[in-house]
């Protein structure tokens, strides 16, 4: 089994998980994100084709390298429409939202991320975490192509989105924070353009 070393592990390649690894690589640590996508798939992100906050990215990955993705920035509210009961809501969205190609997106945050530095194993299935005696958690286990391997490291951020394994495999029995992620802590939305 192949053992890997690094300051920082991050399940995910996604927004939260890319922005997380060029945050701390550019800080000088050593950072791999582990991504069960292979690299040709890695970037079609499950994310809404929305970015609020389009004015406030981090640093860590310029707002200029993903500008290219953007495809609408005049967007100003949104019109939220609920034909049984004859409602129509119209809200402001303050700041720039910024309507995005996600597949382009995707590929910027993970050149972004690369660029600072951060390492990145694709076709990566994440199966558990490892942990000491008292809770610590010190690494995941995983598969890379098929391939057992092990990923220690002094600190293991979970960017795998809502769905990740990573909750439910990890003993938070001794935390002393809330480690209860509800389904009603996440959406789904829908989106349909008529012209």
């Given amino acids: 089994m192949?053992?890997?070393?690094?300051?920082?592990?991050?399940?995910?390649?996604?927004?939260?998980?890319?922005?997380?690894?060029a945050t701390i690589a550019n800080e000088g640590l050593d950072v791999a994100v582990v991504e069960r996508k292979d690299a040709e798939e890695a970037g079609h992100i499950a994310c809404g084709?929305?970015?609020?906050?389009a004015d406030a990215f981090p640093e860590a990955i310029p707002k200029s390298r993903l500008e290219p993705a953007f495809t609408n920035t005049g967007v100003d509210h949104g019109r939220f429409e609920i034909p049984q009961e004859d409602t129509v809501l119209?809200?402001?969205?303050?700041?720039?939202?910024?309507?995005?190609?996600?597949?382009?997106?995707?590929r910027r945050i993970i050149a972004g991320?690369?660029?600072?530095?951060?390492?990145f194993h694709y076709e990566t299935v994440v199966n558990d975490v490892r942990q000491t005696a008292d809770g610590r958690v010190t690494g995941l286990r995983a598969k890379r192509r098929g391939e057992p391997?092990?990923?220690?490291?002094?600190?293991?951020?979970?960017?795998?989105?809502?769905?990740?394994?990573?909750?439910?495999?990890?003993?938070?029995e001794e935390t002393t924070?809330?480690?209860?992620?509800?389904y009603s802590q996440f959406c789904s939305a829908y989106r349909e353009i008529v012209e």
């Fill in 2 to 21: 192949t053992i890997d070393e690094y300051d920082v592990v991050v399940a995910g390649a996604g927004t939260a998980g890319c922005y997380a690894a």
């Fill in 113 to 119: 991320a690369a660029d600072a530095g951060v390492d």
């Fill in 149 to 172: 391997r092990t990923y220690e490291a002094d600190v293991v951020i979970d960017g795998a989105g809502s769905l990740s394994l990573l909750q439910d495999k990890a003993d938070f």
């Fill in 90 to 106: 119209e809200i402001p969205v303050p700041g720039e939202l910024a309507v995005i190609d996600r597949w382009e997106y995707g």
């Fill in 49 to 53: 084709d929305a970015l609020k906050g």
């Fill in 177 to 182: 924070f809330d480690t209860n992620v509800r």
